[in-house]
């Protein structure tokens, strides 16, 4: 209709009483109503585009440092959770999410399950790290690193929620599998970079000069320890780990984008073969072209990802794409086969299962065998963690050891056959018992099973490939949602919202590199990144085109398979605390289970039973209960952390400028800043006692001022250390030094206790019992009867552990200790370590002066 300017003098003809209605229309209150709902799912899918572009941004930060669950326990992922946290407290706030009373809906179990889990396992931080307790705990108690820990699960368990609300229909889903798509090219380009050019340049580098290896970084490994013999190994089988701290844990994100890119290829060559002609309908000039460069985009990141997942080494990455891909082939063909086709597929099926038996029995003659036989040994290892994480729970069956404590408490329960220090039990549901015990288990259990029920309704109430659901299935999680954008508007806004929170995230990671010092791996990204972009950049474009190939159903179904795949690895790999791995297995479960706000058609009545049920409480109390978590996690953790953090770097400039005094005082600013800190004291005890074993050589009748100061110092790092054996050996050692330089007797009594304490708590540590039979030699030497068993009965215990698990890394002579004897000035600058086999054979005093 053509509309005439303002002021033009032609005369309309058109009806008075037309003109006014068009000129001032009289809403009714239907109108009305109607017109409130258009504008609110404007606002909705406005804000749920944004949120997007900002989810995106996060997930770029997380892939390029997703830590591990030591990390994470040690507070160097405050950074992801803050920002996780504040988008998911936004988020809700701005969609106005309303939790939904109605326990008859399998989305409801599941809402409610993923967040009392979370709450659970917060509230499992404090009580195991004492705050309700009159008494220290026994075991665990590091309060510090269980609410690091916590926040994380609070932060994940929101993020889900959201994230279900937010991937309401199709469109996102696509636009979020072409973020995720990008991140995994360039994942694989980095990983691969590693394995053929980065690793072997390392490893000769290594070769060349192991101690300024070491040395650069900040690691201690003297020639002969174990410490550089697990390097050495994991530098040469480890395998590529890209930006993670562990192969293992790159391979989750691994395959499961592997199994998208899969499940979208076979989802758009499937297309093809049906006669329904639901593709070529809409633009069939440009459906072929499309179709062939999506099938070569899809190709290159399959092969991409699956080539990087065989170069981690991962088995559980490898084999988990494998499972789920045959059971998605299987639950796809089985109902729509014919008998003689069913009787293959089981054949198949069977005969697989076969080679796999005889695979799994093979000899180590040939390469498949000693893959078999790895498989094995890895497989005794997991058992080993798990049964020895039941045994745990059976002592602590509320709690568990609590987030961020099971390496703590794991040292106590650890089998004597197992050799590895574990983080934790590789596997997401025993970890998730150990983390919060049995009733944890049993919620995520709840979680796990609501979601499959959903998803499968999901799944099934799809009645045509590629449409949408119907508006009364909308209700119950389909992927309909309000959208007043037209959908190619909303494709290129979805599109331009991701790729520039994608791009943000770039520069905030490239930006806080340079300035921390601590710059990505440059010469692999300058391939990475522009893979990673050439993908996400045709994907948005191919996408729009072949949107009927990868409709509703398709895209669910391919989410659900990779959230599949991730936990299959999951159990048999850790990585559920990564923030790097999780949070991509959150974006697919997301999907595979989303639920959108569905409209209401005009005239739709609801019963009262049916209102009853779905009572919803006030948008405002989301906002009460996250802004009361994130002001918790702010003022009890990010600050103390990040004020103790830029304090511990300024003592580090200060002590390297030789200016102790004042990086004394920083310490001790460090120290008050967080009352739970536990490297600020460690190191000004190291401090206050090389100033005492000085004074002590130079003077020992001024030393007494050196002594006080050091033993408060001593007093504080003990206090702190709580039941960690690591800092209580850290702390024993200063003891022992000040024993070899001095050859005071009381230094080697606190000693004795002090490392009495850390073997009680890690009894099975060959180390640890061998260097208490050395100082209770000592101490048997000068006349004082020990407290427990004789030098002779922990040396042949000692021994035996260094024996068992026949694992060359705990052999004795592999094992550095401290000789408990009176040393001199040597000692004053470093201790002087030994081989624990030579001390407990009773090695002359040669270096006594």
Request: aromatic content about 8%.
């Amino acid at each position: 209709m053509h509309v005439d300017p303002p002021g033009d003098s032609r005369i309309d003809t058109q009806p008075a009483a037309e003109i006014v209605s068009r000129k001032s229309p009289l809403k009714t209150p239907e109108n009305r109503r109607d017109d409130d709902r258009d504008n609110a799912g404007t606002r909705r899918n406005a804000y749920a585009i944004v949120g997007l572009g900002a989810a995106a941004a996060i997930t770029v930060w997380t892939v390029y440092y997703p830590a591990d669950s030591t990390a994470l326990e040690q507070g160097h992922a405050m950074g992801a959770t803050c920002m996780l946290m504040a988008w998911g407290l936004v988020a809700a706030m701005a969609m106005h999410l309303r939790p939904r009373l109605d326990a008859r809906r399998a989305s409801w179990w599941l809402d409610s399950s993923v967040l009392l889990l979370a709450g659970w396992i917060l509230l499992a931080a404090w009580v195991t790290g004492g705050v309700f307790s009159s008494s220290v705990p026994t075991l665990g108690g590091d309060l510090r690193a269980g609410t690091n820990e916590a926040w994380w699960w609070i932060a994940a368990a929101g993020f889900l929620v959201t994230i279900r609300r937010v991937t309401t229909n199709v469109v996102r889903i696509r636009a979020v599998f072409g973020l995720l798509l990008g991140l995994g090219t360039l994942l694989a380009v980095h990983t691969l970079h590693q394995h053929y050019i980065s690793l072997p340049e390392t490893l000769r580098e290594y070769l060349a000069d192991p101690d300024a290896a070491f040395a650069s970084l900040g690691l201690n490994a003297p020639p002969g320890s174990a410490a550089r013999m697990v390097y050495e190994n994991r530098m040469r089988d480890g395998g590529p780990t890209a930006t993670f701290a562990l192969a293992n844990s790159l391979a989750g994100p691994l395959a499961m984008i592997a199994t998208l890119g899969g499940g979208c290829l076979v989802s758009i060559l499937a297309s093809f073969r049906r006669h329904d002609d639901e593709i070529t309908v809409t633009q069939p000039q440009r459906t072929l072209p499309a179709a062939i460069a999506a099938v070569a985009v899809l190709t290159a990141v399959f092969i991409l990802t699956m080539v990087a997942l065989f170069a981690t080494g991962s088995r559980s990455g490898a084999l988990s794409v494998i499972v789920v891909a045959v059971a998605a082939t299987v639950l796809s063909v089985w109902p729509r086969s014919r008998r003689s086709v069913r009787i293959i597929l089981a054949s198949s099926v069977g005969l697989g299962v076969i080679v796999v038996m005889v695979w799994w029995f093979a000899g180590a003659d040939s390469r498949l065998g000693q893959f078999a036989a790895g498989a094995r040994e890895t497989i005794e290892l997991r058992l080993q963690y798990w049964l020895s994480t039941l045994v745990l729970l059976s002592d602590h069956p509320w709690f568990g050891a609590g987030p961020g404590n099971f390496q703590l408490v794991y040292q106590k329960y650890r089998d004597v056959a197992a050799h590895e220090m574990i983080a934790e039990p590789h596997n997401f549901i025993v970890e998730t018992l150990a983390c919060g015990g049995w009733i944890a288990g049993l919620l995520v259990t709840a979680s796990l099973a609501a979601g499959l029920w959903f998803c499968c309704r999901k799944i099934l109430s799809y009645a045509v490939p590629g449409e949408d659901v119907s508006p009364s299935l909308a209700q119950n999680g389909g992927c309909t949602a309000d959208n007043s954008f037209p959908e190619h508007r909303t494709e290129t806004l979805l599109a331009a919202a991701i790729a520039s929170g994608a791009f943000f995230g770039l520069v905030v990671v490239w930006y806080y590199g340079i300035s921390h010092d601590a710059l990505p791996d440059f010469e692999a990204h300058q391939y990475a990144i522009p893979a990673a972009m050439i993908v996400m950049g045709a994907w948005w474009m191919i996408t729009p085109i072949l949107a009927a190939a990868l409709g509703p159903s398709q895209c669910v179904k391919v989410a659900a398979a990779a959230t599949a795949c991730g936990l299959v690895h999951l159990c048999f790999s850790g990585g559920w605390t990564v923030p790097g791995v999780i949070l991509i297995g959150i974006w697919f479960a997301g999907i595979a289970t989303s639920v959108p706000t569905a409209r209401v058609s005009p005239g739709s009545t609801t019963t009262a039973s049916h209102a009853a049920a779905q009572r919803q409480l006030p948008s405002w109390s989301v906002g009460v209960v996250g802004g009361v978590l994130f002001l918790g996690f702010l003022f009890f953790s990010l600050r103390p952390i990040l004020q103790t953090r830029a304090a511990m770097a300024v003592a580090t400039e200060q002590f390297r400028t030789n200016r102790i005094n004042q990086a004394e005082s920083t310490l001790r600013s460090a120290i008050q800043n967080d009352p739970l800190a536990q490297d600020a004291p460690v190191w000004l005890a190291s401090i206050e006692n090389r100033k005492l074993m000085q004074s002590l050589i130079e003077s020992p009748a001024t030393s007494a001022r050196h002594q006080q100061d050091a033993a408060t110092a001593m007093e504080i790092a003990v206090a702190r250390a709580g039941n960690d054996p690591a800092v209580l050996r850290a702390i024993g050692d200063l003891l022992l030094q000040r024993y070899q330089v001095a050859g005071r007797i009381d230094d080697l009594v606190q000693a004795e206790q002090i490392y009495g304490k850390a073997m009680e708590l890690s009894p099975t540590q060959e180390a640890i019992v061998a260097q208490v039979s050395e100082i209770v030699r000592e101490l048997t030497r000068r006349g004082l009867t020990p407290s427990g068993d004789s030098a002779e009965q922990l040396a042949t215990r000692a021994e035996t552990l260094g024996d068992s698990g026949d694992m060359v890394t705990r052999k004795l002579e592999l094992q550095p200790i401290l000789p408990a004897r009176k040393i001199g000035p040597i000692a004053l600058h470093s201790p002087v370590q030994e081989s624990a086999e030579e001390l407990l054979r009773g090695q002359p005093d040669s270096l006594t002066q």
